[in-house]
């Protein structure tokens, strides 16, 4: 590596629950309070290796370690989703650079990143191109040994803050199926520019933004090595198990607040723990949760196992962790009834948090849809057969 940062070792499980309670509880509240990115807590995170998760010690790739990156996603968006998904992001642009950048780009930019001293962003969607990609239209014109970059990107998380992004772009056309690139841009480069924003009603803090390319000189040699759909597929698929991560944390955190609820209010000379009612959204709440923890980590499993993993599978794991996440951070409120409304309580904020992440990384119905065409495709192949062999 030819930057000389730093980088942290992975922080022991221990750590992370300690700087958890004694540190992001109390941030991630006021984060969502003031709609302010805390680089300090993101400093922090990094400084305790948290970005480095799915790397050995040479800044090797090492998925091996996934399981342990799911535990630290889940910990975090309990208390704070959007220092759960800044840190994702900035683990998914390592992973991508370590993969496919060439060495030069990788030695710029990587120790940087997971050292929490560079932050990248994954730049897919456009004003009239979020879930459906080949409809964007930023492009890239071979000049010389350049490529010049034209278009924007939005809903890019650390467009305002953002020291490089991975841009998904046309080659040479903005035709529907023209060939993709995946490129490397320095954000210091003339003509890139990134901004904040409208405020979203979840992962508050979170800087999230816009990205514009004007006329953008980007070296021939700051390509991702893979076709670019297929090398952000890639990455996509990374970070839709993170978003079934956060969905986790978000289900781990309804339980864990609506269990103390119902031990503890009283109503109708006892505890609301003891009303049958209670206990039915209880025990749901427990099995969702579960449920949505199993999938997430076979579809992690299935990532380990394969480059890109199992589409089905993570897809599945995606729009079903999300889904559930949703409906039981609804009915903590319920739990919790007018005091789950107030702003910024802890209930509303997962409810808040839970409804984005329905949406982003593929909404819940674009995911339903991708499953359910490759069941009918998978009927057709097997000729009546058992479609479902190998589930």
Known sequence: MTDQTIVPAPATFEAVEEFVETTVRERGARMDATGEFDKDLLDQAAGLGLVRLIF?????????????????????TAVCAPLAMEVGVLRLVSYLLARFAPAPVRDRWLPSTVAGRAYGSFALSEPEAGTDLRGMTTVARRDGDHYVLDGGKCWVGFAPVADYAIVLCKAESGARLAETLAL???????????????????????????????????????????????????????????????ACGLLRAALQESVARAAHREAFGG??????SIQTKLGRMRAAYQAARELTLRAGESYMARPGGDQDLISVAKMTAGDLARDHTDQAMQIFGASGMVIGSRVERLHRDAKATQIFDGTSEIHET??????????????????????
């Open 271 to 276: 505890k609301i723990g003891d009303l049958p």
């Open 184 to 246: 490397v841009v320095d954000m210091a480069s003339e003509g890139a520019s990134g901004e904040w924003g409208p405020r979203l009603s979840g992962y508050r803090g979170l800087p999230n933004g816009i990205l514009t390319f004007d006329g953008v000189r980007v070296p021939v040699g700051h390509a991702l090595d893979v076709e670019g759909f297929a090398g952000m597929m890639d990455g996509l698929n990374m970070a839709r198990i993170d978003a079934a991560g956060y």
């Open 56 to 76: 050995d010690d040479d800044l090797r790739l090492d998925l091996s370690r996934m399981p342990l990156a799911h535990e630290v996603n889940e910990r975090l």
């Open 370 to 391: 991708m499953v359910g065409r490759r069941l009918v495709r998978a009927y057709a192949r097997a000729q009546g057969g058992d479609f479902m062999a190998g589930w």
